[in-house]
Structure formats: structure tokens, C-alpha cells
């Protein structure tokens, strides 16, 4: 159901993101880049994706059912491919689109936006498009890609979102402050993001107030989870799943990055051209796209204050709430050694090893966690 390309996009991405973590510069305002094209093949779902017709000023319906801001869909169309979410890293002005997967055809997928806290962040959601009446026991997972730099498209690492829509779950992903399609760098993004998806999952639990509602993070999106989780009222989720998640601190992280480079003899990359918005804390003009290479990007991602905590301290807020831990047996990115710890300390976590996997979601392991997040969490 899903692009052959998901493990070798999903990989690079994170080393793109992840990469800059050598450098031991203060962060500095990056230069600005004109963005690069984008590859048939993650500009859409996947290279078989059949885009649907709508006229403009059509609603769709999943926007109801998440909150989502008002679409206008005579402006997502260009050679008759919908613009998935990576073009509004360059396209700013591309407000919704839809479309069907060719393998899949009853999951739609839609990008549009999302306001919170006075931000506009772009959303991706799958669900199935037989599935949009009103249901008191309608099941939400909001989903937290990894990063920083990381983004929302769809067809970068669509295994789980898929085998979670086949059960009736509506998966929305939303672009957070500090993912390709936002961030205010060189000023830390990391608050802000947990306050956004805060925000955002309080929003989705007034739609539904009788439903299941269900934060999943994977890698650094773990973390932030973790942050949001703690600082929500304890009835407004129904679990928290973690994927492969950072277990470390962003000072141990950043450690652990210089020494696999150091050992491989590698250089790290640049970021993937990212959007920089207006903050408080920066100068410069909405919507300028620029790489960050040679600065350490994800160390810059943390409050000073913030760079000290491990995932424990965030989890340590949650013990009331159902939680899932899921890490890669052989992930050497993420501080593995810090699990056993939280399985000794923390309440309500069931933790499982992903046999034989590093830190990418294969689709085997995506059966695993849907079933897994399934029988815990969503049933």
C-alpha cells in the first residue's frame, strides 16, 4: 500500500535531520536557498497515487471530524498532481488537497492546516473514505514525526498509518514547529512544539469527547509526546504510543551522534532546505526556505534548560495514562540502555523489543505496532 521508496526516504530524512549534530557552534541564522525540485515520487503519496476532482471551495469531510481550517482546493493542483505537504515547504500558499492511493483505494489522503495557539501548521490525515459518519466511539491517533527537519508527507513512512486506517483509525500527522515546514531556528523549537501538539490533542478530545484518542511519537516526536502528554488533564488521552523513541537527554544524543560519525569517519550533512517563520526570537520574513549545514541543528532544537532531560523525566508525569515503548533491538541512535530504567520506574508502559530492527519502521515491525497499539490502546 505504500511506496517501495518508504525505507530509503525514511533513512535519508533522518540522517538529513540527525546529521548536523557534530558541529559544535552556537546556532547561527542559516543562509536562504531557493527550494530544490521536488521528485515525482514524494511529491505524491506514491508514483501510482489517482488524485480526486473536486471543485473549488470543497469541504472535505474529514475536516469536521479533526478541527481542521477551511479548504479551497483550486489552489493544490498543479499538472493535475495534488501538492502533498513537502510542496508547502516551498509553496506556502497551497492550502488543501486530496487524493486516493491506487494500492489502497479506499484510504483517502488529505494535507491542509491546522490553527493552534495562533500558528498555522500543516496537517496530513488518512482514513478511510467509507468511514466519516459521526461516531461517539470514533478512535484519533495524532501522530509526531521525528526530527528536527523531519516532514509530514505522505509516502516518506506510511507502513503504520495504513494498517491503523484498515481497523476503522483516523491518523492525522501535524507539521509541528521544528519539522521541514516550519521552524524558528536558531531559537529552540522544542516547547513549542510539545505546546502545539498539546494544544492540538485538547482540540481533537472537545470533538470527541466520547472517542479514543491516542498520541503516537516516533523518535524525537517521542520526546515531544512525552512533554504534551505530561501537561495534559489526565482524561484527554486514551494512551501514548512511542516509537523508537529518544530515550536520551539532547546533551547524551548529541555525545552519541559525534562519536558514531567520529567512528565511521563521516562528515554530517546539511538539513533539507526548511521554512523559517516569524518568531520573537528572529528577524526574518515569513515563509524564507534555507538548509542549515555545519550547525548543530538537532542540539539546537532544545531549550538550554531542556537539554539535560531524558524521555524518564517527561514519562514520570504520565503514570496515570496507558502507555506503549516500542525500541529497536539493534537502534543505536536512540539510548537503548535508558529503557530498562523506565520499565522499572514508570507506571502502566508496556515495553517491547523490535527484533533485528534498527531505527526505521519496516513493514513487518509497522504489524507488530498496529496490533500491538491496537490491542493495548485502541480496542
Known sequence: MVSRMTTVLVAFAFASAMGAVLSAQIPQPPAFVVVPPLPSKVRVANDKSIAASLPAGSLDPALALLGLNPCDYSKSYANGEPSGAIAMVGNPEVDCATWRLSEAT???VFSGSVT???SKLPIVAFYDSRDL?????RRIVVEVVGGPGMDISPGLNDYLPLLLVERGVLVVRIGYTGTRHGSSFPSPDFDNAASQVRSYVSKVRKLHPQGKVVLLGDSLGGMISAKAAGDLPSATLDGLALILPLVFSANDATQNFKDMFSARNQKPRASEPIRMIKSPHNPWSAG???TVPGI??????FPKAARHRNLESYL???????KLLAFGEIDGRTGNAGVASIRKNILNIEVIKLERNGHI??????QQLADSMWDLLLR
Do not use: H, M
Not at 519502521?361 to 509497522?366: C, G, P, Q, R
Open 288 to 290: 524564507r526556505v534555507a
Open 116 to 118: 493552534v495557539n495562533e
Open 316 to 322: 514520570a508525569k504520565t503514570n496515570g495514562l496507558k
Open 106 to 108: 479506499d484510504v483517502t
Open 133 to 137: 459518519v459521526p461516531s461517539i466511539s
Open 296 to 301: 548543530d541543528l538537532f542540539s539546537g532544537f
Open 361 to 366: 519502521i519496516e513493514k513487518w515491525v509497522a
